[in-house]
C-alpha cells in the first residue's frame, strides 16, 4: 500500500483516524488501543449509489509534505560526507563509471577500480575502444561481470548513437544498456541538476525507517511507493546535493545493523525509533537458498604450456577464462573418471609425473556457491589441434595465464598453487 492509494472503504478496517493497525503502535500504547476499540465502526459500501473511497496512509505520512526532512540531510551532508574522487566533477562519463562499480559493491572495494579504470580510459572514447578481454582483466575481482560487459557497450554506444557525448536527461539516459532507473537518476541529477530521486538500498532504509513504511522492499512494485515519497521529497534547488546526502545517510549514519540513532538529526520525526522498529525495518523478505554446484577443474599442462578456454554464454563467468570443466552432482571425481575426461579432451596423461594433489577451494555467489577441485594433470605430449578445436581450449604460458581475464576462483588457485 502506497502513500495516495484510494480502496473501497469495506475492504479496510474503518478506523476514524485513517490508520492501519500495522501502522498504530505497540500494543498497550494508546494509538493502539484506541484504533482496536474503535475501529467497529461498520460504513455502507454504497454513498449516493457510488462506492466510497477514502485514502488509507500511515500516520507518519498524513501530512502532504515533510519540510524538515531535506533541510535536515542538507545540513548534516557537508560535515559528514566522505571525500570521494567522484564527488568533484560533473562530468557524466566519470559518475556513470563510478555508478556502474558501486552498484552491489561497497565504496572502500569499488574506489580502488574507479581510480583504475578512470586512469587507464581517461574517456569515453578511450574505453569503448579497449578489448573486451582487457576491460574483464580490469575488472577482475569485482563480480557481477555482466556489469563490466555492460559497461563496455554502453561506452561503444554513446561513441556510435551519441558521437561520444552523454544524454542529458533522465529519459533519455535509460535508452543506454545497464542503464536503469536508479543509475539515470544519479546521473541526470549529479551531472545536469535534473530534479530527479535516486532510489538504491540506503535510500529504502532511510524512507522506510523515517517514514515507517512497511511494504515488502525484495517485491519490484514497492518500488513506485518509495519512489513517489522520494520525489516529493527532492528540493528543486538542489537536486544532486539531496542525492548524493540521503545515500550519504543510509551509508554512514542510518546503518543497516547499527546506526547511530542517539546523534541522528532526524530522530524526532523517525517513526521507527520512535516506535522501537528501527531493526525491523526496512522489510526485506528472504531470497531464495542458494544452490551448491561441484566443480572439477581439470588443469593440462605440458612443459611450459597451459592449456585455459573462454566461457560461453548462458552461465556464471561468460567471457571469462577457466580450465577444461566437469560439472557433477557430488565433490568427489574418481581417477577414473578423471582419466577419461582427460582422454576426452584428446589428452595422453603422462606416466613419468607423479600425481599431485588435488586442491579445494569455495566461491560464494549471490544466488549460489562452487565448490571447486583442481586437478592437475601433466599431458605426455602438447594437445593436437583437433583436440583444441573440438573443446575450444588453447595454450598458453603461466605468465600469460595470469592476465587474462578471470574469475577471482581461478585467479585464487594460480595465485597460490601455480609454481
Known amino acids: 500500500m502506497y502513500a495516495g492509494q484510494k480502496v473501497p472503504i469495506q475492504n479496510v478496517s474503518p478506523c476514524p483516524v485513517s ?13 493502539f488501543w484506541f484504533c482496536n476499540t474503535f475501529c467497529t465502526i461498520h460504513l455502507a459500501s454504497h454513498f449516493f449509489f457510488k462506492h466510497l473511497y477514502i485514502k488509507v496512509l500511515p500516520l507518519s505520512v498524513l501530512t502532504p509534505t515533510h519540510p524538515y ?19 568533484h566533477t560533473r562530468d557524466p562519463y566519470a559518475i556513470w563509471l563510478s555508478e556502474v562499480i558501486l ?115 525484495a517485491v519490484p512494485a514497492t518500488r513506485k511507493e518509495f519512489q513517489a515519497l522520494a520525489d516529493t521529497l527532492i528540493p528543486a534547488a538542489a537536486p544532486a546535493e539531496f542525492n548524493q546526502a540521503i545515500m550519504e545517510f543510509g551509508a554512514i549514519q542510518c546503518t543497516p545493523l547499527k546506526p547511530d540513532c542517539l546523534f541522528c538529526p532526524l530522530q524526532s520525526h523517525c517513526y521507527a525509533f520512535q516506535h522501537g522498529m528501527v531493526q525491523e525495518l526496512p522489510v526485506k523478505s528472504k531470497a531464495k537458498a542458494s544452490r551448491t554446484r561441484y566443480f572439477h577443474y581439470i588443469v593440462l599442462r605440458h612443459g611450459e604450456t597451459v592449456y585455459l578456454k573462454k566461457r560461453g554464454a548462458k552461465d556464471i563467468w561468460q567471457g571469462l577464462y577457466d580450465f577444461a570443466l566437469t560439472e557433477t552432482d557430488t565433490a568427489e571425481l574418481s581417477g577414473l573418471a578423471l582419466a577419461d575426461a582427460v582422454t576426452a579432451l584428446g589428452g595422453q596423461l603422462a606416466t613419468d609425473r607423479a600425481e599431485e594433489p588435488v586442491v579445494a577451494l569455495r566461491h560464494v555467489l549471490s544466488h549460489q556457491k562452487v565448490e571447486a577441485r583442481f586437478h592437475c594433470v601433466w599431458l605426455e605430449q602438447p594437445l ?20 587474462l581475464p578471470k574469475s577471482v576462483l581461478i585467479a585464487n588457485y594460480i595465485d597460490k598453487y601455480w609454481k
Request: neutral net charge; proline residues 7%; aromatic residues 12%.
Open 103 to 217: 552498484q552491489q559493491t561497497r565504496v572502500k572495494q569499488g574506489l580502488p577500480y574507479y581510480l583504475d579504470f578512470i586512469t587507464t580510459y581517461p574517456t569515453v572514447q578511450e574505453l569503448a575502444a579497449a578489448p573486451e578481454d582487457e576491460v574483464l582483466r580490469h575488472w577482475q575481482g569485482l563480480g557481477y561481470y555482466s556489469r563490466a560487459r555492460n559497461m563496455h557497450y554502453t561506452a561503444q554506444q554513446v561513441v556510435r548513437e551519441y558521437t561520444g557525448v552523454f544524454p542529458g536527461t533522465y529519459s533519455e539516459l535509460l535508452r543506454l544498456r545497464g542503464v536503469g532507473q536508479y543509475t539515470a537518476a544519479a546521473i541526470a541529477s549529479f551531472a545536469f541538476g535534473e530534479q530527479v530521486a535516486v532510489l538504491d538500498g540506503n535510500v529504502y532504509r532511510v524512507l522506510a525507517r523515517v517514514f515507517g513504511i512497511a511494504s515488502d522492499i
Open 69 to 87: 526532512f531535506a533541510p535536515a540531510l542538507l545540513e548534516w551532508y557537508p560535515r559528514h560526507r566522505r571525500d570521494l574522487p567522484w564527488r
Open 384 to 403: 593436437p589441434p583437433a583436440a583444441l578445436n573440438t573443446s575450444g581450449l588453447a595454450p598458453f604460458t603461466p605468465s600469460e595465464a595470469h592476465e
Open 19 to 31: 490508520c492501519s493497525l500495522a501502522n498504530s503502535g505497540h500494543k498497550g500504547s494508546p494509538l
